[in-house]
C-alpha cells in the first residue's frame, strides 16, 4: 500500500488521460500554463494530471514542471504501447515496467551501434551512480501493481519498456530492438518521466495498456481506444486502492 498525500498522473495525450480526468469529478480545477494540469481528488488523495504531450522533450518538461508545483509522493506515467514479437501480449493488454530503456541514445557506427555506456557518456550521473541506456523505475510500486492484479484477476504484464524518438513501424525493427534490450513494449516518453523522477528522488510507476503489435505499421489493425482506456482504468483502481492507507 502507498503512503503518501499526492499522486503526479502524466499521459502524452489527451485519450490517455480523458478517463483519469472524468474520475476526478466535477470539483476538479483546470489550470492553464506552458504545462496545464488538473487538480482534483480520488479519495483522500491528491491527483495532479497533466497531459505533457507526445516524446521525451515533452515529457521530461512536464514531469519537472508539475514535480517543482506539487511534490508528489508518486508519479505514476500511463499511455499506450507497441508490444514487441514474443511479448505474449495481446492488443487491450496491460503492462508494467520494471525498467525504462532509451533505445535511440547512443552512437552509430560502421561496425555497430553502440550505447552510451560504451561511449562513456552517462545520460546522468549522482553519488556515484551513474545511468546509461537503463532507468530503472520504483520496485515496491510495481509490486503493488503486480499484486493489485492478481486480486483482482487481471492480467499484468512485467517487463522492460523502450522508450523511442522513432517509432519501430516494421517488424525487423522491432525484433531487432526487442533482442537488444529484452523488453516486450515499446513507447516515446517513458524513459524521460523515470529518469526525472530519479532526478527528483520520486518513485515512479509506468502502466500501459497495448494498442498494436511491432510489426509492418498499418492503424487499421490497431485498438489505441481500448488500450488507453485499460491502462486508465487499472490506474484508477490501483489510486483507489491506495487511499486505503493514505493520510487524510
Same mark, same amino acid.
Given at each position: ?114 550505447? +552510451? ?8 550521473? $549522482? ?7 537503463? !532507468? @530503472? &523505475? /520504483? #520496485? ?64 515512479? +510507476? ?8 511491432? $510489426? ?7 485498438? !489505441? @481506444? &481500448? /488500450? #488507453? ?20
Amino acid at each position: 500500500m502507498l503512503t503518501m498525500k499526492t499522486v503526479l498522473i502524466i499521459g502524452a495525450m489527451h485519450e490517455e488521460t480523458a478517463l483519469l480526468e472524468k474520475a476526478l469529478g466535477g470539483q476538479a480545477k483546470r489550470k492553464t500554463g506552458p504545462f496545464g494540469y488538473v487538480q482534483g481528488k480520488i479519495g483522500n488523495l491528491g491527483i495532479y494530471l497533466c497531459t505533457s504531450g507526445v516524446g521525451k522533450v515533452n515529457a521530461a518538461g512536464a514531469t519537472a514542471a508539475m514535480i517543482e508545483r506539487c511534490h508528489p509522493g508518486l508519479v505514476i506515467n500511463t499511455g499506450c504501447a507497441g508490444a514487441y514479437a514474443g511479448s505474449g501480449l495481446d492488443i487491450g493488454g496491460l503492462a508494467v515496467a520494471s525498467e525504462e530503456i532509451l533505445g535511440d541514445e547512443g552512437v552509430l557506427t560502421s561496425a555497430g551501434w553502440l550505447d +552510451l555506456k560504451k561511449v562513456k557518456m552517462p545520460y546522468f550521473e $549522482e553519488g556515484g551512480q551513474r545511468y546509461y541506456n537503463e !532507468i @530503472p &523505475l /520504483a #520496485v515496491a510500486a510495481a509490486d503493488k501493481a503486480m499484486l493489485l492484479a492478481g486480486n483482482c484477476g487481471i492480467k499484468l504484464a512485467r517487463g522492460r519498456f523502450i522508450t523511442v524518438s522513432t517509432c519501430s513501424g516494421t517488424r525487423a525493427k522491432g525484433d531487432e530492438l526487442a533482442c537488444r534490450f529484452q523488453a516486450i513494449s515499446e513507447n516515446m516518453e517513458g524513459a524521460a518521466v523515470a529518469l526525472t523522477c530519479i532526478r527528483y528522488g520520486i518513485d515512479c +510507476l509506468e502502466i500501459r495498456g497495448i494498442s498494436n503489435h511491432v $510489426e509492418e505499421r498499418n492503424m487499421k489493425k490497431w485498438d !489505441i @481506444p &481500448l /488500450a #488507453v482506456e485499460t491502462a486508465q482504468r487499472f490506474v484508477i483502481k490501483y489510486i483507489e486502492e491506495s487511499c486505503t492507507s493514505a493520510p487524510d
